[in-house]
């Protein structure tokens, strides 16, 4: 099953896109909610809300633990990647998981007007990803470990590590579920290798 952090953001729409493919989900809103969820995705938002309420109601704490004994899969999109990154550029003490070796910068695209859409080639997918980015943060650095999937314009936008990934573009906005499906896929393979 996989988690849908529910304290802000966009959540129903990856709700609908996992109902699209057949993958349960649930609300996540509270530590208790992360119990047989394989996956947690980070929807889009406003970060700082996110990671404040994400600490506060114990999901933060939870999802670490989960995450360093090798039993829950992250995924973070555009807000959600922030709150993966260990780093957060110009804000040191903004709350976050920080658990993927990476540098971003807030809105470094620019305000709302700024936001755009393009087609992406991602490594793995056999035709390219519209992909739309709304007050996208940019990553900056990647750590070693780290793979690039996807840039725009060289900047990596789909990084992934070795149970978590970070889009920071918003994969639930379009009709293309193939994002999702990946993610559904490492929850599940990196959970039972774990398990195994």
Request: proline content about 5%.
């Amino acid at each position: 099953m996989i988690g849908i952090l529910a304290v802000q953001g966009d959540f129903r729409e990856h709700e609908q896109m996992f109902r699209k493919i057949g993958v349960p989900t649930r609300r996540v809103r509270r530590a208790a909610d992360l119990v047989g969820v394989t996956g947690l995705v980070i929807p889009g938002g406003e970060s700082t809300t996110i990671g404040k309420l994400a600490r506060e109601y114990g999901v933060e704490e939870e999802a670490r633990r989960r995450y360093q004994e090798g039993t829950l899969a992250l995924w973070g999109t555009c807000a959600g990647a922030i709150w993966l990154a260990r780093e957060i550029e110009g804000y040191p003490d903004q709350p976050r998981l920080g658990v993927l070796d990476l540098s971003v910068a807030r809105n470094a695209y620019g305000r709302q007007v700024e936001s755009f859409e393009t087609d992406l080639e991602i490594e793995g997918f056999d035709r390219p990803f519209h992909a739309i980015f709304i007050r996208a943060p940019v990553i900056t650095r990647v750590g070693k470990g780290l793979r690039m999937l996807a840039t725009y314009r060289g900047d990596p936008v789909f990084v992934r590590g070795e149970r978590a990934m970070v889009t920071t573009f918003h994969p639930e906005l379009t009709d293309d579920p193939r994002v999702h499906e990946y993610f559904a896929r490492l929850a599940e393979e990196e959970v039972r290798a774990k398990a195994g």
